[in-house]
């Protein structure tokens, strides 16, 4: 096009600068930009329309750049934004604050919050979420709160994911009774728990070794029609064998497996190991036979059982016995 004399307008330049961005050609963008800075079309300088384009765009490669990873980058291209007049919109902050959240940047973030609030750019459910689930990941609960309770301030009502990281925090400071506030408080803000809501909560009542809570959990949950997966079962399974119940965790495993839902490696480690710390060897034994029988690798069947013997304090012997029994090769 130029070779033929023809010289590209603004039109031109953002179909190609939304063709780049799309195909995440990030770097090839940011160098169109530098080009049409050089073909003399100023952002500050266009019409309304074309600042508008300029805030798609520019926040279309501030995209790209965080999701690939290049914060720094991205962070000085929000910068370059304001300096050229081409005004961030509510979008390009959430790209921003997730960017910071997930450099570590929490309080860079929370201060962004503050600031497009002040430039009167409202903030939405992404904007929070952002924050509360990065506040969350860091165990920074109380601050996760306090944005949650802003959120509601707002008017803006939290989804499924919003409070599943509200309910994870309170379960990882032990706070399993205001987790399950927030459980209850779901259905009077029109929002539906999911298996991770339950699952996660009734984890925390586990590790809180008040598993009889964790049962009515799973009992609810099966009440509202959400079918469990390998994680809540495996979860329970494990609460029960911590708090010497294995009948119960028996149960919950034959359950599990009459149910369709497939148990996994961690799933018979938890049973196994509950049984061999109880000394119920012959149970354990049956487990692993069963285990023979399926599709289960042998070699995680030795491996299950070695790391049970060694729990046992029985060591090299039962691990021979265990080896010549199931004729199992060893893991040398």
Not at 36 to 53: D, F, L, R, T, Y
């Amino acid at each position: 096009m130029v070779e033929t004399g023809c010289r590209p307008n603004v039109v031109t330049f953002n179909t190609l600068m939304n063709s780049l961005c799309r195909e995440g050609r990030v770097l090839e963008a940011l160098a169109l930009v530098d080009r049409m800075v050089e073909e003399g079309h100023q952002p500050n300088a266009m019409g309304q329309s074309h600042i508008k384009a300029d805030v798609v765009i520019s926040t279309a490669i501030v995209d790209r750049l965080c999701k690939d990873g290049n914060h720094i980058n991205a962070q000085n291209l929000f910068t370059e934004m304001h300096e050229k007049g081409i005004f961030p919109n509510v979008l390009t902050y959430n790209c921003m604050i997730d960017s910071f959240c997930h450099s570590g940047r929490w309080s860079d973030a929370d201060q962004l919050l503050r600031h497009m609030i002040e430039k009167q750019i409202n903030p939405d459910i992404v904007t929070f979420s952002a924050l509360i689930n990065a506040f969350v990941k860091e165990r920074k609960v109380s601050e996760a709160e306090e944005i949650y309770k802003e959120m509601l301030r707002w008017s803006i009502f939290p989804t499924t994911i919003t409070y599943n990281s509200m309910i994870d925090g309170f379960c990882k400071q032990d706070r399993v009774d205001d987790a399950k506030r927030m459980l209850d408080s779901m259905a009077s803000k029109g929002c539906s728990p999911d298996v991770v809501t339950f699952s996660t909560l009734i984890n925390g009542y586990c590790k809180a070794k008040r598993v009889d809570n964790g049962m009515e959990i799973f009992c609810e949950m099966h009440r509202r029609g959400i079918v469990a997966n390998t994680v809540t079962y495996t979860t329970l399974i494990h609460g029960f064998c911590q708090v010497g119940d294995l009948d119960a965790a028996q149960d919950l495993l034959n359950e599990m497996i009459s149910c369709g839902v497939a148990p996994d490696y961690i799933t018979f480690h938890c049973m196994l190991a509950g049984l061999c710390s109880k000394k119920e060897l012959r149970k354990a034994f049956a487990i692993l036979e069963d285990l023979q029988k399926s599709e289960v690798c042998p070699r995680l069947i030795f491996f299950l059982f070695s790391l049970c013997s060694f729990i046992l304090g029985f060591g090299e012997v039962c691990y021979r016995i265990v080896q010549v029994k199931f004729k199992i090769q060893s893991l040398d």
